[in-house]
Every structure is written in structure tokens, then in C-alpha cells.
């Protein structure tokens, strides 16, 4: 079980088959019966409290899951302050599936940041899966600059990659899909300012991850 922190009220914790294993669940129990996996959650809970610093006492709890083709469950949590009483604490977790819309067949995908430092800790996040390898994601990873707005391309997208879903799902947590991506790049290539123009993730985890 892997927990990373994106923010005071958000994590994200990634698990695999042998940690559901453990507790008896699949993807199925997860989504379908919550309340058999609430032992689970309780563990997640903990180990962030411990490791990050994520306490929920007091909050409503938004649990988001992710399935993976290669066999890692990714969950985000979200938590929501709400008024404290004095009744005891209940924990309340209502998994929501995640679905991304993702056309698998085309071959560039354009991410919008709304500020270079949300480009930043998106490249502190996917570092921190120490599994991504960008030349096999992607045959080139560039960065533009486009209307105060900043434009991450990946070009020639290797579709049967392993990580793939892993890292549409880290990616989608501080960027936004851009839509008509070919036409769109076009423009960028045009009009747009070129920061980086080869590896711009690889070169923001060599600059801009401390």
C-alpha cells in the first residue's frame, strides 16, 4: 500500500491484488458491498494519519476507486469539515467509480494545467510512483506556454503500454483533457511558446522536484 498526499485534503493510495488479497476483497466487493470493505479503508485512514499527516476527525470521507489493467487498485480520497457534535464519530465512505473518457486508439493526448506549479506537483506525484518510464509512454513529452496557460503534448502514445491507466489517473488530478487534441497541438506548434520540447516530464522531475 503506497499513500502519497495531494493536497491538505485529498490522497491518493494505491494498493495491488496481493493487499486486497489480504482482506478478502476484489474490485467487485469494493464497488457493489462498502461496508465489507470498510476494514480496509480504516487501515488506509490510519497509515495516512501516520505517514502524511491526513486526519479525518470530523470530515465526510468521498472515496473515488480506480482499476488498473495491470493489477493496481488506485482510490482518491477526498475529505469534506463538518460541523463537529458531540455524538460519537461515525465513519461514512461512499466509493464513487472513476471514470475517464479516453479514446485508446488515438495517438496524442494534450493535459492543461492552469499554472506551472500545478505542472510541478503533477511531476512530484508520478516520481513518486517510481514505476513510469516516459520513453515508453510516449515518443516525445513536450511542454508549451499558450495563453498563460500551460499545455503538456504527448505525442505518439504507445497505447499497450503497461502504466498507461496509471498514469492517466495521476495526471487527471491536476490537469485537464483537452479536447480535438490533433487540431488543438496544431495550433499550439503555431501560436504557443515552446518551454520544453523533448521530456518536459522528466526534465520538470530534474529541475522542479527538490
Not at 69 to 89: A, C, L, M, Q, W
Not at 93 to 105: A, M, Y
Not at 133 to 152: E, G, H
Not at 177 to 188: A, G, I, Q
Request: hydrophobic share 35%; net charge positive.
Amino acid at each position: 500500500m503506497k499513500i502519497e498526499k495531494l493536497t491538505e485534503n485529498k490522497i491518493r493510495v494505491i494498493i495491488n491484488a496481493e493487499d486486497l488479497k489480504e482482506n478478502n476483497l476484489d474490485y467487485h466487493t469494493i464497488m457493489e458491498k462498502p461496508i465489507e470493505s470498510q476494514k480496509l479503508f480504516l487501515e488506509m485512514l490510519l497509515k495516512a494519519e501516520k505517514e502524511v499527516g491526513f486526519y479525518t476527525e470530523g470530515c465526510k470521507l468521498l472515496v473515488e476507486a480506480f482499476s488498473s489493467s495491470d493489477g493496481f487498485f488506485v482510490f482518491t480520497i477526498t475529505k469534506y469539515i463538518e460541523k463537529v457534535t458531540n455524538s460519537p464519530r461515525k465513519l461514512k465512505v461512499t466509493p464513487k467509480k472513476k471514470t475517464t473518457s479516453l479514446n485508446t486508439q488515438s495517438t496524442t493526448s494534450i493535459y492543461m494545467f492552469s499554472s506551472f506549479e500545478e505542472f510541478c506537483d503533477f511531476c512530484v506525484s508520478i516520481n513518486n510512483l517510481h514505476k513510469i518510464n516516459f520513453k515508453q509512454l510516449a515518443k516525445n513529452i513536450s511542454l508549451y506556454l499558450y495563453n498563460n496557460t500551460y499545455y503538456l503534448v504527448l505525442s505518439n502514445i504507445n497505447a499497450q503500454y503497461t502504466y498507461l491507466s496509471i498514469f492517466y489517473s495521476t495526471i487527471s488530478e491536476f490537469a485537464s483533457l483537452v479536447s480535438h487534441s490533433e487540431t488543438f497541438k496544431t495550433k499550439l506548434f503555431e501560436h504557443g511558446k515552446s518551454l520544453m520540447k523533448k521530456n518536459a516530464i522528466e526534465l520538470g522531475i530534474k529541475y522542479f522536484v527538490s
